[in-house]
C-alpha cells in the first residue's frame, strides 16, 4: 500500500544559541549529537549499556537472508519472512494470485496439517499472526511468547518447505480474497488506485489490478498454485528476521535448523521496466469522483529507482523540503490564499527497478477551482530547486537528527521489529542495518539534482479527487467513475515556465535541536511487586536468589538506596555484581504526587526503564464548559481546529526536532500531551498553555475549518461498516453523548467570533490532571506547570461539576437489537455483551474465555463459513464495564443471515471450551499472565497507562500483580460458569447492532428494537 510520506526528520547543525521565535525561551542550537550525563551509580546500574539490541547477518548456504536480534528487553519473541514476489509477479489473466498465495500457506503444511492449528498454538502462546502482499514482495510475520518461540518457528519454517495448498480449503480461501476484495469496493483509496493503474504504461505490470477477486481466480486448484509457488518461491529471494531474548548463537541453531531446508530453486530477481509513464508534452490530468467528500490534488512524478541511494536518500530529502509546513513553506504559501487545508510529500512507489515523488494537497473550494494555480506553484517550487539546489546545511539537519533518533530510539514490538527488518533486508545491505534504514549519512547533490530534472511537466501525472466534477468513463473493477483528460497550448506552457512564489523560501536553519542534554538520576519509591518477581523470572534469575527475596514481595522501598541496600545484606558479593542492575530495572516505580491542591493533581514518576532523554507530560483541563449542549461540542471541535491551526506554523520546526505536543479537546475539557527530547520542554509547555485562551486565524481559515468539520461528518458515514457500528455503540451506552446530526446542525450558526469567545470563557474554571514521566526534574516541573496553570487566571472547578462518562447497564435478559441502513453496500453484525463492572477475577475470567474464542471464531466465521474478511470475538471494555464482543462485516452476506450463523456458533463454542483438555486450559491462563506482564514500550505510551491508572483506576498502581494473582487462582470451574452465565444464561444481556448493506435485503431482526435518541442521551438508564 502506497502512503504519501511527509518526511519529518530534520538536520542538527553546528548552531549559536538562538532564540525561538514565537517561545519565551532560548534553546540551545544544535551542534553535534546530545551527550547523556549521568554521574551517579545507581544510574550506572541503570543504564541501558547491558541491555543493547544485538544484531547477525548471515547468509545461509541456500543463499536465504537471515538477521538475527538479541534483545534483551524484548517481551516476545518474533519472525518475518519478506519473499520478493508481489502482486506485480501475478501470471497474466491470474490477478491476485499472489495474494491468494499469501493467504494458502497460512492453512495446513506437510508436518503441522490441520488448517488452523498455526493460529491455534499462537494464541495459546500469547501471540499472533498476519501477512501482506505489496507490488514487489510479500512479508509473513508473528509473535509468540519466548516459551513458545521454538516450535513457532519450526512451524512457521515449514510455510516455505513444504505447504499442502488444501484443495478443501482453496475454494474457500478464494471467497476470503473476495470478500476482502468487497471490503475495498468503496474506499477511495483503492478505486483511485485502480484509475491511476489504468493511466499507466499498458505493457507494465504496475497496470494490472492486484487484490484479486472470486472471478480472476476461479478454477485455481492444487496444481495451479502449487506451480505458481515453485516458480516464484526460493530461498534466494527470501530474507528472514529473527526476534527474541536468547543469545545470538542459540538463535542461529534454531534458524539453521528449519531454514537451510528451504529450497534454493535459484530464481533470479524480478525486473521491472524502468518507466511506466512515458512522458508527454502535455498535462495530463484523472479526475476521480470519490464515495466520501473529499478534495485532493496528486501529483506524482514517475522517477529511475533510488534504492541504491540509501545512503543519501534524495526522496526523502525533497520530502523534507517540500513538504516543510513552517513559514515560507508550500503549504503557508497556499493556506494564504485559501488554496490548501494540508500538504504532504515524499516517495511514493519503490522498488529496485524504479521510484516516484508523490504530492497530495487537500484544496479548500477555492483551491478546487483554482487547482492549476496550485500546480503552478508547486512546479515552481520545485524549478527553484532545480536551480539554486539544495543546500548542505538541510542535509546536516537530517543527519544530525537522524544520528540522535537512531541513538536514542523507542523500543518497538518484536513483532514489529521482524516485520521491518524482513522487508529492509531487501532494500539495503545486511551489514549496515538497522542503522541505513533509518541515517541520511552522505549529501549527494548530483542524486537531488538528477530527480529534480525529472520533476518536470511532461513528466508527471495529476489526479484531481472531488465530487460533482465532469467524468466520461466508469473503471471496470471498482466502478469509479472518471475522466481523463490532456491540456496542451497555454495552460502546458504556463506549467513549463512556472517560477517560485516570492513568499515560498527553503526552510530555515533549525535552531530547536537541543545541543547536550542532561540524563536524571532517578530517585522515589520502588516496590519488589508480585508483577516484579515475574519479570525477574522471566529475565533469567536463579530461583534460590527469587527466595532469599520472596520475604521482601510487596515491599515498597524508598527509593533505589534502600532497595540496593537491602540487596546488599540479603545477597552474596557475586550475586550482587550479576543481579542488583536487574533486580532494579525489574522493580515497579511508584509515582508520587508533584502537585496537590483544590485545582491540580499532578503526578511524577522518573524514568528508571528506558533511560533515555525524553519525558512525557499529559494534562487534562477538566472545565466547565464544552460538552453541555450540541452547540458547545461543535464549538469546542472547532476550538480545537483553530488553536491547531494557529500553532502550525510555530510549532512545526520543534516537531521536527523531536519535541511534539498535542491539543485533544475531550467531552471533560481539553487534554494537552508533550512528548520527545525533555531538554525544552517545560517551556514549551508554559508557552503552548500561554496561548490556549487565543483563537488567531482569520476568517478564510475558519471558513475552511468549518467546511472541513462538516465533510468529517458526512464522511463518517462511508466508513467502514465495522467503524460505523464503534459510533452507534457509543450512542447506545455512553453518555452523555451527542449524535452527528447534532453537532451538524449547530455548524452555520457558529463564527469566529464565537470560537474566540468560547476559547476564553472555557477556563474560567478548571481542575488539572495531570502526569509527568521521565527524564524532568521534579522540582523544575512542579515550578513550570504550576507557573503554566496560573497563567490561565482560572478559578477552581469543583469536583460536582467537573464531567464523567457514564456507561448505561443493560437490564439483566435484555436482547436489544439497533438497526441502520447504510451507505455503502458491506453489511455488519456486532453482538455486544455486556458483563458487569471490572475486578481482577472477572477480568481474568474473560481474557481466559476470549483467547480461544478470538481464535475458533475467527477459523469457523471465516476460515470454513467465509462470511466475511473482518471477523473478530473477544473481550471488551468501556470505562469500567467489561463485555464479550463479536463483529462479522461481509460484502456478500446481508445482515441477517450472519447473525444466523454467529448464533448457531456460540453454543457450540461453549460446549468446546467445557470439552478443551486441562493442558489446553492451563495454556491459555499462562498466554493471560504473559499478556499482562508486557510493558509499554516507549514513555509516551507508559505515559498514557499511567495516566489511566492514576485517574480512572482508583490510583492502583500495581494493579497487574492483583490481576495475576486473580488470574492464578481461577478455577476452572469458575471460568466456565463465567462464559455460560453471560453468553447463555440468565445472565446475558445483550446489544445486537445491524447495519445493512445499501443492497443487502432488510430480512429479519432478533431481539427488542432500539433506537438512537434524538439528540443527547444525557442520563445512564
Given amino acids: ?48 549499556a547491558g541491555e543493547e539490541i544485538q544484531y547477525r547477518p548471515l547468509v545461509l548456504p541456500n543463499q536465504l537472508k537471515v538477521m538475527l536480534v538479541y534483545d534483551p528487553r524484548a517481551d516476545r519473541s518474533a519472525a518475518a519472512m519478506s519473499v520478493g514476489v508481489g502482486s506485480l509477479d501475478d501470471p497474466p489473466g491470474r490477478p491476485g494470485m499472489a495474494h491468494f498465495l499469501e493467504h494458502m500457506l ?79 469496493l468503496e474506499s477511495d483509496y483503492w478505486r483511485v488506485l485502480q484509475v491511476q493503474r489504468g493511466a499507466y504504461d499498458p505493457a507494465h505490470p504496475i497496470n494490472r489490478f492486484s487484490t484479486g477477486t472470486q472471478e480472476t481466480l476461479k478454477g485455481v486448484g492444487n496444481a495451479e498454485l502449487r506451480a505458481y509457488y515453485r516458480a516464484q518461491y526460493s530461498s534466494n529471494r527470501m530474507a528472514l528476521a529473527v526476534v527474541g531474548n536468547r543469545g545470538l548463537d542459540q538463535l542461529e541453531r534454531m534458524v539453521k535448523a528449519r531454514f537451510e531446508q528451504v529450497p534454493n530453486r535459484k530464481l533470479p530477481r524480478h525486473r521491472y521496466p524502468e518507466r511506466y509513464l512515458q512522458r508527454k508534452q502535455a498535462l495530463r490530468i484523472l479526475t476521480v469522483e470519490p464515495i466520501a467528500d473529499q478534495r485532493a490534488l496528486v501529483m506524482e512524478f514517475p522517477l529511475p529507482p533510488t534504492r541504491q541511494l540509501y545512503r543519501s536518500k534524495p526522496l526523502h530529502v525533497l520530502g523534507h523540503v517540500l513538504g516543510h509546513e513552517g513559514a515560507g513553506s508550500l503549504l503557508s504559501v497556499l493556506k494564504k490564499e485559501n488554496l490548501a487545508a494540508s500538504f504532504s510529500a515524499g516517495a511514493g512507489r519503490s522498488t529496485a527497478d524504479y521510484s516516484s515523488f508523490d504530492l497530495r494537497i487537500s484544496l479548500t473550494p477555492e483551491g478546487l477551482q483554482r487547482y492549476r494555480e496550485v500546480l503552478a506553484r508547486v512546479l515552481g517550487a ?18 544530525t537528527m537522524g544520528e540522535i533518533n537512531y541513538r536514542y530510539r523507542p523500543q518497538v514490538g518484536a513483532s514489529s521489529q521482524a516485520r521491518s527488518l524482513a522487508a529492509q533486508m531487501r532494500v539495503y545491505p545486511l551489514s549496515e542495518l538497522p542503522k541505513a534504514a533509518r541515517v541520511v549519512s552522505e549529501f549527494d547533490p548530483q542524486s537531488l539534482q538528477k530527480l529534480l530534472d525529472a ?159 525524553k519525558a512525557s507530560i499529559i494534562l487534562k483541563f477538566n472545565t466547565e464548559r464544552g460538552y453541555r449542549n450540541p452547540r458547545e461540542a461543535m464549538l469546542a471541535q472547532l476550538y480545537e481546529s483553530a488553536i491547531e491551526e494557529a500553532l502550525n506554523e510555530f510549532g512545526y520546526p520543534i516537531k521536527i526536532a523531536g519535541l511534539s505536543y498535542s491539543i485533544e479537546v475531550v467531552k471533560a475539557g481539553v487534554k494537552l500531551s508533550f512528548g520527545g527530547y525533555s531538554a525544552n520542554m517545560l517551556a514549551l509547555l508554559e508557552d503552548i498553555v500561554g496561548r490556549l485562551k487565543r ?22 458515514k462511508f466508513a467502514q461498516p465495522y467503524r460505523q457500528a464503534r459510533y452507534y455503540r457509543k450512542q447506545l451506552l455512553v453518555v452523555p453523548n451527542f449524535n452527528r446530526d447534532a453537532l451538524e446542525r449547530e455548524l452555520d450558526g457558529i463564527s469566529l467570533a464565537d470560537v474566540q469567545e468560547f476559547a476564553g470563557a472555557l477556563y474560567k474554571r478548571i481542575y488539572v490532571e ?57 453489511s455488519f453484525a456486532g453482538w455486544y455483551y455486556q458483563i458487569g463492572a471490572t475486578n481482577p477475577r472477572l477480568r481474568g475470567a474473560v481474557l481466559m474465555i476470549s483467547r480461544p474464542l478470538r481464535e475458533k471464531f475467527y477459523f469457523n466465521m471465516r476460515t470454513q463459513q467465509q462470511l466475511g474478511y473482518i471477523v473478530y470475538a473477544g473481550m471488551g471494555q468501556i470505562k469500567k464495564t467489561l463485555s464479550f464482543n463479536f463483529l462479522v462485516q461481509s460484502g456478500a452476506y446481508p445482515a441477517g443471515e450472519l447473525f444466523q450463523r454467529m448464533e448457531a456458533y456460540i453454543p457450540i463454542f461453549v460446549r468446546e471450551y467445557g470439552q478443551m483438555p486441562d493442558e489446553a486450559f492451563e495454556n491459555y491462563r499462562r498466554a493471560v499472565i504473559e499478556a499482562k506482564l508486557r510493558r509499554s514500550k516507549n514513555l509516551m505510551a507508559a505515559a498514557g497507562n499511567l495516566f489511566w491508572i492514576a485517574f480512572e483506576n482508583e490510583e492502583k498502581f500495581d494493579h497487574v500483580s492483583e490481576d495475576i494473582r486473580a488470574v492464578e487462582a481461577l478455577s476452572r470451574a469458575e471460568v466456565e460458569e463465567i462464559l455460560q452465565n453471560f453468553l447463555i444464561g440468565h445472565g446475558k444481556r445483550r446489544l445486537a447492532i445491524r447495519l445493512l448493506g445499501k443492497e443487502h435485503p432488510q430480512g429479519r431482526s432478533k431481539g427488542r428494537p432500539i433506537q438512537l435518541p434524538p439528540e443527547t442521551r444525557a442520563k445512564a438508564g
Fill in 1 to 48: 500500500m502506497r502512503k504519501f510520506l511527509r518526511e519529518k526528520q530534520r538536520r542538527q547543525g553546528w548552531w549559536a544559541v538562538a532564540a525561538l521565535a514565537g517561545l519565551s525561551f532560548a534553546l540551545l542550537a544544535a551542534g553535534c549529537e546530545p551527550r547523556p550525563v549521568e554521574r551517579k551509580s545507581v544510574a550506572r546500574l541503570l543504564s541501558p
Fill in 106 to 184: 497460512f492453512l495446513g503444511t506437510k508436518k503441522y496439517p490441520q488448517p488452523g492449528s498455526y493460529q491455534k498454538y499462537l494464541s495459546s502462546h500469547g501471540g499472533g499472526s498476519n501477512a501482506y502482499t505489496a507490488d514487489d514482495h510479500t512479508n509473513y510475520f508473528f509473535s509468540v511468547s519466548h516459551e513458545g518461540f521454538e516450535e513457532a518457528l519450526d512451524r512457521f519454517a515449514h510455510f516455505f518447505r513444504e505447504p499442502l495448498f488444501s484443495e478443501d480449503y482453496a475454494e474457500r480461501e478464494v471467497k476470503a480474497v473476495d470478500s476482502e476484495h468487497s471490503k475495498n
Fill in 382 to 399: 520545485i524549478a527553484g530547486l532545480r536551480a539554486s539546489g539544495i543546500p548542505r546545511y538541510i542535509f546536516e539537519e537530517m543527519r
Fill in 455 to 613: 520533476m518536470i511537466p511532461e513528466n508527471m501525472l495529476v489526479t484531481l479527487i472531488a465530487k460533482d466534477q465532469e467524468t466520461d468513463e466508469v473503471e471496470p473493477i471498482y466502478g469509479s467513475k472518471y475522466s481523463y483528460r490532456e491540456f496542451r497550448g497555454i495552460v502546458f506552457q504556463r506549467l513549463l515556465a512556472a517560477h517560485p512564489d516570492a513568499r515560498w523560501h527553503l526552510p530555515a536553519p533549525n535552531a530547536y535541536i537541543p545541543k547536550r542534554v542532561a540524563l536524571q538520576s532517578p530517585s522515589g519509591p520502588l516496590k519488589l511487586s508480585g508483577t516484579a518477581f515475574h519479570q525477574l523470572r522471566k529475565n533469567g534469575l536463579p530461583r534460590q536468589l527469587l527466595a532469599k527475596l520472596e520475604k521482601w514481595r510487596g515491599t515498597t522501598f524508598t527509593g533505589a538506596g534502600a532497595l540496593l541496600k537491602m540487596l546488599k545484606d540479603e545477597l552474596t558479593d557475586e550475586e550482587r555484581s550479576r543481579f542488583s542492575a536487574r533486580i532494579l530495572k525489574d522493580s515497579l516505580g511508584l509515582p508520587v504526587r508533584l502537585l496537590q491542591s483544590d485545582q491540580a493533581k499532578i503526578w511524577v514518576l522518573p524514568d528508571w526503564r528506558f533511560r533515555q532523554p
Fill in 695 to 716: 483563537v488567531s486565524i482569520d476568517e478564510d481559515t475558519f471558513a475552511s475549518l468549518k467546511e472541513r468539520a462538516r465533510r468529517g461528518i458526512q464522511n463518517a
Fill in 770 to 826: 495531570g502526569l509527568v514521566l521521565g527524564n524532568l526534574a521534579p522540582e523544575i516541573a512542579r515550578a513550570s506547570i504550576r507557573r503554566a496553570i496560573s497563567s490561565l487566571g482560572a478559578k477552581v472547578l469543583p469536583k460536582e461539576k467537573r464531567l464523567e462518562n457514564e456507561v448505561r447497564v443493560l437490564p439483566q435478559g435484555s436482547d436489544y437489537v439497533f438497526s441502520e441502513r447504510l451507505r455503502i453496500n458491506n
